[in-house]
């Protein structure tokens, strides 16, 4: 079971990190980033779309 918990640790890490990186490349690249990337980082992807890129 502890074998369990831990791989989907892991896996839910790795998710995160990717939906981070996603998003990154999104805002680097002045694309839109995908809103289940944003939620997954607890970022409410309305509010993310109404701020101003300089």
Known sequence: M???KFVTGVGE??????SAMAVSA???NRQPARAADLQRL???PEQF???RRY
């Open 42 to 44: 607890g970022i409410d």
């Open 13 to 18: 890490f790795f998710d995160f990190m990717g």
């Open 2 to 4: 502890k074998t369990r």
């Open 26 to 28: 999104a805002v680097r």
């Open 49 to 51: 779309s109404r701020i």
